[in-house]
């Protein structure tokens, strides 16, 4: 592993500008930058970044890869981004293949046989927590997703449901009166998607 000392210093002990430990960037114009480089193998996938932490001893605190907090010290910024996906294709001279885009791709895995789990809460893909005291101006809206305006090719779909999803019925419904609605904001106006407690 190469490391590249003249950029990056390792912080340590109580310091008020820099992390208690781990390494920062002396220069704030330039990121903390791993593995930012130019790859040439022709097998296997290539990963730029690989946190596999595992818990080996029971307890009950939370086991987390990894944690992205950026913060405001009481002062005005631009937009505050936890974590930013950012695929990119590259202008190319000829065709390039490519088998998929996906800007996160959440993968949750249980083993098969020769063990059991008991989960005491729900499973989730995504889960979103909003904590927003009183007395804050918010211009905007608060939505969990924003569908931004596309700068040339718009979006085919909200969701694609593939078909042994388990998320979906095709077929005719029995529903007359919906009991209850999700409200939703469509080119600035609001609508409601109903839903219903019947079964088909």
């Given amino acids: 592993m190469k490391v590249i ?13 820099a992390p ?23 097998t296997g996938s290539v990963i730029g970044i690989q946190s596999r932490v595992r818990q ?8 987390i890869g990894a944690e992205f907090s950026p913060r405001s010290a009481g002062v005005g910024t631009g937009a505050l981004i936890a974590l930013r996906a950012d695929p990119v294709l590259q202008t190319a001279s000829a065709i390039a293949t490519v ?3 996906r800007g996160v791709e959440v993968n949750i895995d249980f083993p098969d046989s020769g063990s059991a789990y008991t989960i005491t809460n729900n499973i989730n893909a995504f889960r ?9 101006t918010i211009s905007g809206v608060k939505a969990v997703l924003c569908v ?10 909200l969701i694609d449901s593939e078909a042994s ?14 009991d209850g ?12 998607m109903p839903f219903f407690t019947a079964v088909d």
């Fill in 181 to 192: 609605y999700f409200i939703v904001r469509v080119a600035g106006s609001t609508y409601r």
């Fill in 56 to 63: 080996t001893v029971a307890n009950t605190n939370d086991i």
């Fill in 99 to 101: 088998s998929a885009v």
């Fill in 20 to 42: 208690n430990e781990g390494l920062y960037s002396e220069n704030e114009a330039v990121p903390l930058r791993l593995n930012s480089k130019d790859f040439v193998r022709t």
């Fill in 148 to 157: 931004a305006t596309p700068n040339t090719a718009g979006w085919d779909f």
């Fill in 128 to 136: 979103t927590f909003l904590d927003v005291g009183a007395g804050h």
């Fill in 5 to 17: 000392a003249q950029k990056y210093r390792r912080a340590k002990g109580n310091q008020t500008s």
């Fill in 165 to 178: 999803a388990g998320l979906h019925v095709v077929g005719a419904g029995t529903y007359s009166t919906a």
